[in-house]
């Protein structure tokens, strides 16, 4: 059993590109999903972006917020906090260590936990954390997203309401 952190964004859809923009909905938020490449975990599946729990991550007082907050990064090259954390273009795990001393949840609220199935192969023990962007510093970095292609072949918004018909 391995302990993970996967991270739900949420945005206004006015600030947003993609499905959420362009489709009718009752909401006026879209939720960041990221698509896994096929024969991984998850292969192929829509899901939060995410994965485990490192032991840099484990030196912070909130260890699977700075997990989803690294994650989201390395996956998406999003940049979802407003802490100085990276260097040359990096994340760099102690400038995210002392952000994460001043704000321990690094804007992320805890929403739920799941665990994966006894019958699954590879099992994990994941924090699912929210983070709400309001801020137009962080909004503006929207646009920004660069995949990590070895393990995420797209990044879209999505509506609640379509994410529950897909």
Sequence with gaps: L????????TAPRAALRGRAASQASAFDYGVLMVRRRSGGAFGSAWVFPGGVIEPADRLCPHPPSACAIRETFEETGLLLTDAPVLSAGRLDPQRLQEAAQRSPLLGTQPLARWVTPRAQRKRFDTCFLLLNL????????????????????????????????A
Aim: proline content about 2%; hydrophobic content about 50%; charged content about 20%.
């Design 134 to 165: 309001t801020d137009q510093l962080l909004l503006d970095r929207l646009h920004a997203e660069q995949l990590q292609t070895s393990e995420v072949v797209e990044l879209d918004w999505f509506a609640p309401d379509q994410l529950l018909l």
């Design 2 to 9: 391995r302990a993970a952190a996967s991270l739900v964004v």
